[in-house]
């Protein structure tokens, strides 16, 4: 299955907030025709109506039997959103699931074992094109389909495999709820530099800039984090300075986010029962 497939079959997007838009807008993109898109929103923004407008079909019922279906609703939601695609009785139909904390079994229970399920959890900086998806598929899944939900998927991000389940409450902890942390410590970083005389708007520049810029070098430098942070750190200088107080054992991030991200795969379990 590929993209033509999607644009004969149609895709069905079930949920289109932030995350769902993100998506489309890559899909739309990469050459998915808006006319093979069917939107199910009870509330859909100004964006997603514009889109509609443009040749796709929104809240009007799905094709007969889509080439995918990515269930973008918040796992809350799930009970409510879930019978809308119950009488799609198509074996040949991939649903792709992108709700948090919603484990596979759940939507076979709903739409049956024996359909093709594979479960993601992408980030927000899908928003941007900068997102990381992680996936996994049930036994009903092959190569194709996983091929074909990463190509989707790709237009947001780059996009990993899981060898289970198990790991995706893992990912979730790390990548699904990773960006808050660091939009904490850019909050953190700003009003420290405020404290020693910046001003708000300084403070707040030079710290979104730093992080952006620091994360964009991880990512493209051969040189591990490691290194890096040794390449910028003098010996007795400022840096290592800081790096004392936050690579402390006790009370720095070795100590705190090892907790921060277990308390995030704990509750990421208990949101799968």
Same mark, same amino acid.
């Given at each position: 299955?590929?993209?033509?497939?999607?644009?004969?079959?149609?895709?069905?997007?079930?949920?289109?907030?932030?995350?769902?838009?993100?998506?489309?807008?890559?899909?739309?993109?990469?050459?998915?025709?808006?006319?093979?898109?069917?939107?199910?929103?009870?509330?859909?923004?100004?964006?997603?109506?514009?889109?509609?407008?443009?040749?796709?079909?929104?809240?009007?019922?799905?094709?007969?039997?889509?080439?995918?279906?990515?269930?973008?609703?918040?796992?809350?939601?799930?009970?409510?959103?879930?019978?809308?695609?119950?009488?799609?009785?198509?074996?040949?139909?991939?649903?792709?699931?992108?709700?948090?904390?919603?484990?596979?079994?759940?939507?076979?229970?709903?739409?049956?074992?024996?359909?093709?399920?594979?479960?993601?959890?992408?980030?927000?900086?899908?928003?941007?094109?900068?997102?990381?998806?992680?996936?996994?598929?049930?036994?009903?899944?092959?190569?194709?389909?996983?091929?074909?939900?990463?190509?989707? @998927?790709? #237009?947001? *991000?780059?996009?990993?495999? %899981?060898?289970? =389940?198990?790991? $995706?409450?893992?990912?979730? +902890?790390?990548? &699904?709820?990773?960006?808050?942390?660091?939009?904490?410590?850019?909050?953190? @970083?700003? #009003?420290? *530099?405020?404290?020693?005389? %910046?001003?708000? =708007?300084?403070? $707040?520049?030079?710290?979104? +800039?730093?992080? &952006?810029?620091?994360?964009?070098?991880?990512?493209?430098?051969?040189?591990?984090?490691?290194?890096?942070?040794?390449?910028?750190?003098?010996?007795?200088?400022?840096?290592?300075?800081?790096?004392?107080?936050?690579?402390?054992?006790?009370?720095?991030?070795?100590?705190?986010?090892?907790?921060?991200?277990?308390?995030?795969?704990?509750?990421?379990?208990?949101?799968?029962?």
């Amino acid at each position: 299955m590929n993209l033509d497939d999607v644009n004969a079959r149609g895709l069905v997007l079930l949920g289109c907030g932030k995350m769902g838009s993100a998506m489309l807008a890559g899909w739309l993109a990469r050459g998915v025709a808006p006319s093979a898109v069917w939107i199910l929103d009870p509330n859909p923004s100004d964006w997603v109506q514009d889109r509609a407008r443009e040749g796709g079909h929104l809240n009007d019922g799905t094709p007969a039997a889509p080439a995918i279906v990515l269930i973008a609703v918040k796992p809350q939601m799930m009970g409510d959103a879930l019978p809308t695609l119950q009488a799609l009785d198509t074996p040949e139909t991939i649903f792709l699931s992108v709700a948090a904390g919603t484990p596979i079994s759940a939507f076979e229970e709903a739409f049956g074992s024996t359909r093709r399920i594979i479960r993601a959890m992408p980030n927000t900086p899908a928003a941007v094109g900068r997102g990381i998806t992680a996936i996994f598929g049930n036994a009903h899944v092959n190569a194709d389909d996983l091929d074909l939900a990463e190509a989707l @998927l790709s #237009a947001v *991000g780059q996009v990993v495999r %899981l060898k289970d =389940e198990s790991q $995706m409450d893992a990912v979730t +902890a790390v990548s &699904g709820s990773g960006p808050a942390y660091v939009f904490h410590l850019i909050e953190t @970083l700003a #009003a420290a *530099g405020e404290a020693q005389g %910046l001003s708000a =708007e300084l403070a $707040m520049k030079l710290a979104k +800039a730093t992080v &952006g810029g620091a994360g964009q070098l991880a990512e493209d430098a051969s040189e591990d984090p490691s290194q890096l942070r040794i390449n910028v750190t003098s010996p007795a200088g400022t840096t290592a300075a800081a790096l004392a107080v936050l690579m402390d054992t006790k009370d720095g991030f070795p100590a705190l986010l090892p907790r921060a991200v277990k308390a995030a795969a704990d509750r990421s379990r208990e949101l799968g029962k």
